[in-house]
């Protein structure tokens, strides 16, 4: 199915932790054309993986609306969100894609057993997305088994296995090397000028924006800047791939200070805590990785 | 645990049964008078739903207690099991006592000393004369053998022997034969279903018949349930033990499963979160766990029953060859034992699906905080 119209309307999100509120969209407006391939860039905790997943179903706006196609996506009951994540989004995150007990064609043939495909066209959908994402001989492999880029293209499978006309990709090269990354990206940019899909790309990396046909800025919950990809090249001039890395750290660590905060007023639990903070200290090691490959010592 | 309870129950009950004979005996002072005392019996107690007279002879050449009964009426009322008789059902047997008046169940002991076999003839000398009578089946167990320091020797207890009331005209209680016998005489009383045993007994009491004395059912297992007998008293108390230490074990199955599910499920946290936004719904979430979840409980439970059946049928196998007796423990399901365990089994049941069922619905309406957690 070819991709869908997606338009958001005065879209507000308001996250509330106990008698805290936080203001994370702001009646943010877009409009997205069917087919195409939009980066959405900004700071942390500017709402970016919110927006999102209100737009993938996942949840609940405060207030405003989201239309992809002919469905209101806000408006749908927890059903009616259900087939809405079947058979209309795709998702592709950052780390959490893949089923851990099963096999690559496996993850690739879940959706399509949830929405009840009949076995023989499974297998042969199966085999028609390996193909496209260019793992056949994967197949059988357990994601542990995998390189984090084969991951990601296998979970871009799976997002393509129901036909979804639209794919939400929420950093989907955050946790790999440049190479990898560029890779993930080609596929990306494959699928979308091969199967015409609408996708939604959420992202720090300026190289990877660029690959997208238009680039939105978010801060403070609200749309502030659309930019050209050429635009994003002078930003990126402005400051270098390095002084990125550097800034996505600093933020990193920001956020590291804010959890540590967090668990000492008992905003989040033991278990919370731990797997975030576990989760953070990850992404910036890979990051200092990849500072270290090109030389600079942090 | 629940069928070494009802084992234990049902022994103690049959027990008590096995003393009083039925729901209610009298013990009558003079034979003679036995059928007069049971109608008077009968015209003035109510509830009494059959009866029948057993009487006694302790005098005879065979050296074994004699019994006689009405086949008739003795199986509506008295308390008895068929593995007392050897070599042919009781029944059968008691079909040739209608037949044929000469005939004669004899006790195991006597038929193994004089090597009797079925349907061999035995003579015995009795008061009022020799009598010819056939064999037709062995009561009591086999006797055992038991080995002391002094060798090995046979060892069996004094039973008794059945014949039939006919044998000594005992319907005409001025007959020859029956006044030349000395006959001790019990009239047994089998009660109508909602009948008070207690109550009955008082009321014989109360008549002022010629009788030794009344027992009842309910009032000899009252009594033993009260017993001081240090016997009893630990039969009674392993019982009490058992029944507590089975409400422990399921409560904590209960909680142990419980706890192992909630674990599980949280373990599984990041599978079902990414489940559900890949469009699995909350029933196909629920029904996945499930199936997986309850095929372990199920196993463990099968494993678990199948087990404690082998336990209560070793426990009661090795407690009845240690004792030689006419009532044998036996390993019984009554219909309470039963409800108890389904009772039970539900319970470790609803221990495992029920977090399943909640933390689920957690997962699928909870999902947008799944994601940011992962």
């Not at chain 1, 297998?123 to 492999?141: C, I, N, S, W």
């Not at chain 2, 001790?184 to 909602?194: H, P, V």
């Not at chain 2, 089975?246 to 909630?262: M, P």
């Amino acid at each position: 199915m070819k991709g869908l119209d997606v338009k958001v309307r005065d879209l507000v999100k308001v996250h509330r932790t106990g008698r805290i509120e936080v203001q994370a969209l702001r009646g943010l407006n877009v409009n997205i054309k069917a087919g195409e391939l939009i980066a959405i860039i900004g700071p942390s905790g500017s709402g970016k993986t919110t927006l999102l997943n209100i737009v993938g179903g996942l949840d609940k706006a405060t207030a405003g609306s989201v239309q992809v196609g002919d469905q209101n996506v806000t408006s749908m009951s927890v059903s009616q969100l259900v087939d809405y994540r079947r058979k209309s989004v795709g998702h592709i995150f950052q780390n959490l894609n893949l089923i851990s007990t099963l096999t690559a064609e496996e993850n690739i043939e879940f959706s399509m057993v949830a929405a009840s495909v009949p076995r023989g066209q499974r297998r042969g959908r199966v085999q028609e997305l390996l193909e496209t994402v260019g793992l056949t001989d994967r197949a059988h492999h357990k994601p542990e088994e995998l390189s984090g880029g084969e991951q990601q293209r296998i979970a871009i499978a799976a997002a393509l296995a129901n036909d979804a006309p639209v794919l939400l990709a929420d950093e989907p090269t955050g946790e790999l090397d440049t190479v990898t990354a560029k890779c993930v990206v080609d596929y990306l940019v494959k699928i979308n000028r091969e199967l015409g899909k609408t996708i939604i790309m959420v992202t720090h990396d300026p190289r990877v924006a660029r690959a997208a046909h238009r680039i939105l800025r978010i801060e403070d919950g609200e749309i502030k800047m659309a930019l050209t990809p050429s635009e994003v090249v002078v930003e990126e001039k402005a400051s270098s791939y390095s002084d990125q890395l550097k800034a996505r750290i600093d933020e990193l660590n920001n956020q590291l200070l804010q959890l540590d905060e967090d668990f000492k007023n008992d905003k989040v639990n033991g278990d919370e805590y731990t797997q975030q903070r576990t989760q953070l200290k990850q992404t910036m090691a890979s990051l200092r990785e990849e500072l270290s490959r090109m030389g600079e010592v942090t | 645990m629940t069928g070494q309870i009802a084992s234990e129950q049902d022994y103690i009950n049959r027990q008590v049964l096995y003393r009083v004979r039925a729901d209610v005996t009298v013990s009558v002072v003079n034979a003679t008078n036995t059928q007069v005392i049971l109608d008077d019996i009968l015209g003035n107690v109510s509830g009494i739903k059959a009866s029948t007279i057993e009487s006694t002879l302790h005098q005879n050449s065979a050296g074994t207690i004699i019994r006689t009964i009405d086949p008739d009426s003795w199986t509506d009322v008295a308390f008895y099991e068929d593995s007392w008789v050897t070599g042919i059902s009781f029944q059968d047997a008691l079909n040739e006592f209608r037949g044929n008046n000469m005939t004669i169940i004899l006790e195991r002991r006597v038929a193994n000393d004089l090597d009797l076999k079925l349907y061999d003839e035995i003579g015995i000398d009795f008061q009022s004369g020799a009598r010819k009578l056939k064999v037709v089946g062995f009561f009591g167990p086999e006797p055992t053998e038991v080995q002391t320091p002094f060798g090995r020797y046979s060892s069996s207890i004094q039973m008794w022997s059945y014949v039939p009331r006919d044998l000594f005209n005992m319907s005409s209680p001025y007959s020859d034969a029956f006044q030349a016998e000395s006959f001790e005489s019990k009239i047994m009383l089998k009660l109508n279903d909602d009948t008070n045993g207690t109550q009955v007994a008082e009321s014989i009491r109360n008549l002022g018949l010629e009788i030794y004395g009344v027992q009842s059912f309910d009032e000899e297992l009252r009594r033993t349930q009260a017993s001081t007998d240090v016997y009893t008293y630990n039969n009674l108390l392993v019982l009490d033990v058992q029944r507590l230490g089975l409400i422990f074990v399921v409560v904590a199955a209960s909680v142990g499963t419980a706890l192992i599910s909630i674990v599980s499920m949280r373990e599984r946290s990041r599978e079902a979160t990414l489940m559900s936004v890949k469009g699995l719904s909350y029933r196909q979430l629920v029904w996945m766990f499930l199936s997986e979840n309850i095929t372990v409980v199920t196993f463990a439970i099968v494993l678990g029953l199948v087990v404690g059946f082998i336990i209560v049928y070793g426990n009661v196998a090795s407690a009845s060859t240690a004792i030689q007796e006419l009532v044998e423990r036996r390993v019984v399901f009554p219909t309470d034992s039963l409800i108890t365990i389904g009772s039970f089994i539900s319970l470790i049941f609803a221990s495992a699906i029920l977090p399943i069922i909640v933390m689920s619905r957690q997962y699928v309406t909870k999902l947008e905080r799944m994601i940011r957690l992962r």
